[in-house]
């Protein structure tokens, strides 16, 4: 009892002052969206400001780093996600260890990814569209928000599923992607509904479809890829994690905050907007997860042959 007060008590006072949430991407992608409307959540339930930080570049993996070398104390996270998966499977020099160095602390949402086109496109579904990339082969420039990310994933599967040769235009980030695509430099991209939904809205982008399974409440009239390409289907996820070490009552006291707000019909409700589905776990549940995530990516970048 005596050995376990003072981790009660750091539980007990946690946080006293601001926390610094790293997202290892560029502003205005689906990480980002995810990271700032969940840190609200977490300033007004834990009473200390919640600041997101964007450490974009290295595919995610300059910020993970940040947070691996941070103090295992609960003031800096990581908002982590489906790229820190694929990275797993695609760098073998990395100077840590994503399994081992990142503590899981909860699971957030889980989206499907949107493929979307300049209307400039002369494709209005799927099919047409690999129609149009059959006559064109490697004319038609695919963008991603960095190699070997889940976009870019998502981008290999459908020109191996589909039979169609696209040239993969790399950014620094889905929000620069997003730019390249409104302005012509690029005409298709695979991004979070949630970073495109407003573009696609207000016609400045058009969806073809969904990476998911299933149709998406927020835009059911756009049908799944995989109703065109049979078998296709990839998603993302986000999650919270912490340097290894950091104290069990802390992450669970974050788990417990997160998984409160992902309850909360006004956060729900806003998730629902993005296309979202809320992933309430507990740290062992989501650290189970993310090993299956790795395990499942790791196939896919080794059917495609995709190296960095």
Same mark, same amino acid.
């Given at each position: 009892?005596?050995?376990?007060?003072?981790?009660?008590?750091?539980? #007990?006072?946690?946080? $006293?002052? +601001?926390?610094?949430?790293?997202?290892?991407?560029?502003?205005?992608?689906?990480? !980002?969206?995810?990271?700032?409307?969940?840190?609200?959540?977490?300033?007004?339930?834990?009473?200390? +400001?919640?600041?997101?930080?964007?450490?974009?570049?290295?595919?995610?993996?300059?910020? *993970?780093?940040?947070?691996?070398?941070?103090?295992?104390?609960?003031?800096?996270?990581?908002? *982590?996600?489906?790229?820190?998966?694929?990275?797993?499977? @695609?760098?073998?020099? @990395?100077?840590?260890?994503?399994?081992?160095? &990142?503590?899981?602390?909860?699971?957030?949402?889980?989206?499907?990814? /949107?493929?979307? $086109?300049?209307?400039?496109?002369?494709?209005?579904?799927?099919?047409?569209?690999?129609?149009?990339?059959?006559?064109? +082969?490697?004319?038609?420039?695919?963008?991603?928000?960095? %190699?070997?990310? &889940?976009?870019?994933?998502?981008?290999?599967?459908?020109?191996? %599923?589909?039979? =169609?040769?696209?040239?993969?235009? +790399?950014?620094?980030?889905?929000?620069?992607?997003? /730019?390249?695509?409104?302005?012509?430099?690029? #005409?298709?991209?695979?991004?979070?509904?949630?970073?495109? =939904?407003?573009?696609?809205?207000?016609?400045?982008?058009?969806?073809?479809?969904? %990476?998911?399974?299933?149709?998406? #409440? %927020?835009?059911?009239?756009?049908?799944?890829?995989?109703?065109?390409?049979?078998?296709?289907?990839?998603?993302?996820?986000?999650?919270?994690?912490?340097?290894?070490?950091?104290?069990?009552?802390? &992450? !669970?006291?974050?788990?417990?905050? &997160?998984?409160?707000?992902?309850?909360?019909?006004?956060?729900?409700?806003?998730?629902?907007?993005?296309?979202?589905?809320?992933?309430?776990?507990?740290?062992?549940?989501?650290?189970?997860? $993310?090993?299956?995530?790795?395990?499942? @990516? $790791?196939?896919?970048? #080794?059917?495609?042959?995709?190296?960095?």
């Amino acid at each position: 009892m005596l050995a376990g007060a003072p981790r009660f008590a750091l539980a #007990q006072q946690y946080p $006293t002052r +601001p926390v610094h949430w790293i997202v290892a991407a560029a502003p205005a992608g689906g990480n !980002d969206i995810f990271a700032r409307l969940m840190g609200e959540w977490l300033s007004e339930k834990l009473g200390q +400001p919640f600041i997101v930080e964007n450490r974009p570049g290295g595919s995610n993996n300059i910020g *993970t780093e940040v947070v691996v070398r941070a103090p295992p104390d609960g003031y800096t996270l990581l908002l *982590t996600s489906s790229n820190n998966a694929s990275n797993a499977a @695609l760098y073998h020099n @990395l100077s840590f260890d994503f399994m081992r160095d &990142i503590a899981p602390v909860a699971g957030i949402a889980r989206t499907t990814l /949107v493929m979307v $086109t300049n209307p400039s496109v002369p494709a209005t579904t799927v099919a047409e569209f690999i129609a149009y990339a059959k006559a064109n +082969p490697g004319k038609v420039n695919m963008g991603s928000a960095g %190699t070997g990310g &889940i976009g870019h994933l998502a981008g290999e599967l459908f020109k191996m %599923t589909a039979g =169609v040769n696209l040239l993969h235009v +790399p950014y620094h980030g889905n929000g620069p992607a997003l /730019v390249g695509l409104l302005g012509g430099e690029i #005409q298709v991209l695979f991004p979070s509904l949630a970073s495109s =939904v407003a573009f696609i809205k207000n016609g400045k982008l058009r969806g073809l479809g969904v %990476t998911s399974a299933m149709r998406s #409440q %927020t835009m059911p009239e756009l049908p799944s890829i995989g109703e065109t390409v049979p078998g296709y289907e990839l998603s993302t996820w986000y999650g919270m994690g912490a340097p290894s070490g950091t104290p069990g009552p802390i &992450i !669970d006291k974050l788990n417990a905050a &997160i998984n409160a707000g992902l309850a909360d019909p006004k956060v729900k409700g806003r998730f629902a907007e993005l296309g979202d589905v809320p992933m309430p776990m507990t740290p062992a549940e989501f650290g189970k997860f $993310t090993a299956n995530e790795i395990a499942k @990516l $790791t196939k896919v970048v #080794q059917f495609a042959g995709i190296k960095v």
